[in-house]
């Protein structure tokens, strides 16, 4: 197989740049006698992380695009305990995961008022490692009529939207144990019949379905690769794709793209050379995101964007299923958002922190990008496209707005800063209703941007 470094003479960057609650702990701080909550409609969905397409984009077009402490915040949540996930929604209520007391929680914020509903504990909580961690980083994923969470400790559990536990197992004593140098950020994939978890790391590495209605083992497909020490650990979350019509779980991590049938986790296509040269510390954070045929694959810590015809892969084609390959680009902890045959993605190294660039998908080419405020801040969070806009979060809660983006120059037309500015804000904002859901490192918001 053709290295990288091959395709890389190919594809220059040159040639491509153009009060209190019902659930314990809880304390609420608002409606702020400034802003009128929107109503929730009950068939609101958001219910995986990266939302039911897994490519960061709401549906409406009606979303705040200026807000702040004291103007345009429907309520505010203070949270009891420390975590990174990213709410979940499916009809009146927000699903989030923290620790607390030594224990795992899954809770239901009531998205009208920022009350609790119940928060039920799901096993130990094993804390973190990284300043930016917790043991509750992945975000929950829902089906509507159960909720179901995964955390650093192993535990994966099936809550009902009323709080009963259904099922619970700890993947680490069935599988074997977590050898993540770092914590643990995969969040589970919602199938028709399955919760998906990859695990990649540098001691057993695999990828398993779960039964959702009974906790039972579906398939359980080995993910062994050769890739050195690091390098063979990823936080990456793996998503559904459609390939030649057939459903197939894409996972990215360990150096390379592979591809899964969603029946049997059979692997029917491999990419391997995303680390030509065998760096050791090359660990996969930022998911890959996929349009149609086409999966983009950030990589080497933000410093690569690869895309990938799906079906070319599986028919065997190789590096020759490389549509475009960058090295000018990328993005090492964000995950790229995607609509329309467009490409949006927020750079966070130190040589482009801060940069909003959007592409084309089919082509790699830059259409066009607005540079942020220089600021010392980093970002974690995902971009959202929401409405007409691009929403970007650093890591001090300000969220940055870009728009209009269907217009031929883009610019920042917002920037939205909140009183919880402690680091760090890495969870993702989501839509809800016609107004958006921010975590913080210590509140939840509600923001509709609407004075009373």
Known sequence: MRKLSVIRRTFTAASLTAASLVGPGFAILGPLGTATPTPCVADELWPQWRGGNQNGVASGDDFPTQWSESKGVDWKVKLPGSGGSTPVIAGSHAYLTYGADDQNHLAAIDLETGKTSWAVPLGNDRGNKHRKGSGS??????????????????DLACVDTDGNVKWQLNLQEKYGEDTLWWDLGTSPLLTDNAIIIAVMQSGPSYVVAIDKSTGDELWWTERMLDAPEEAAQSYATPLNVTVDGKPMIAVMGADHLTLHNA???????????????????????????????????????????????????????????????RDDLGSDVPTPAAQNGKLYLIGDGKANRGQVSCLDIETGKVKWQVQLPKSRQGYSSSPLVAGNH????????????????????PALVATNELADNEPFTVASPVPAGDSLLIRTHDYLYRVSGKAK
């Open 137 to 154: 980083n992945p975000s929950a994923v829902t089906d509507g009529e159960h909720v179901y969470a995964y955390y650093r400790s192993g």
């Open 263 to 325: 029946a049997d986790g059979k692997q029917v296509g491999i990419l391997g050379g995303f680390n030509p040269d065998g760096e050791k510390f090359f660990r996969s954070i930022s998911s890959p995101v996929a349009l149609g045929e086409i999966i983009v694959c950030p990589y080497a810590r933000g410093a690569t964007l690869t895309a990938v015809n799906m079906k070319m892969l599986v028919e065997g084609k190789g590096d020759d299923a490389i549509v475009w390959f």
């Open 390 to 409: 691009l929403y970007v979060t650093q890591e001090d809660a300000v969220v940055f707005v870009v728009g209009p983006l269907d217009g031929e120059n």
